[in-house]
């Protein structure tokens, strides 16, 4: 059985950033991009925990969801299953840096949220009370002060 693209990247040298996954092409003909927004660096460093992963999964999805720009492009976004970054799937052909902005933004809004988490009641989550909000607000203000706020090349593009 072939491998699948995203078991041919070089986990051994990949860095934290936003790296374009895949692009895929729908039978009407739109274009979906998929990006790997990589939090922490895969063997390297430690993976984020499932409860910070699954807070950071609610607080993005909504406010992705709910931007006034980007809203109607949103089609996913979700954790690895490896715990070390997400998946945002975009309506549309982007590179890396056409989305950096939304990200800073997105990160912000987590780093910065409080109150409640949306979504997370009996009633709208599977495993509503699996959530970290102190450790998804850390998390996500490491990525954006570390990452997100001094994007280097190397960050944008999958390592050879």
Not at 10 to 30: A, E, F, Q, W
Not at 73 to 83: A, R
Not at 87 to 115: K, N, Q
Request: some cysteine; overall charge negative.
């Amino acid at each position: 059985m072939e491998k699948i693209a995203s078991f041919t990247v070089n986990h051994l040298t990949l860095l934290r950033g936003v790296y374009v996954s895949r692009k895929d092409t729908t039978p009407s003909g739109d274009v979906i991009t998929t990006f790997d927004v990589r939090m922490t660096e895969p063997n390297r460093q430690p993976p984020l925990s499932g409860r910070a992963l699954h807070a950071i999964e609610h607080l993005a999805a909504t406010f992705l969801r709910n931007h006034a720009e980007w809203r109607d492009k949103v089609v996913y976004w979700g954790p690895m299953g490896c715990l070390t970054g997400n998946y945002l799937l975009l309506s549309g052909d982007y590179e890396s840096c056409d989305i950096v902005p939304l990200l800073r933004e997105t990160f912000r809004f987590i780093a910065d949220f409080e109150g409640d988490i949306p979504g997370a009641t009996p009633r709208d989550c599977g495993n509503y009370s699996y959530m970290d909000l102190g450790e998804a607000r850390e998390a996500a203000r490491r990525y954006l002060d570390e990452v997100l706020d001094c994007m280097t090349p190397q960050q944008l593009v999958y390592p050879q």
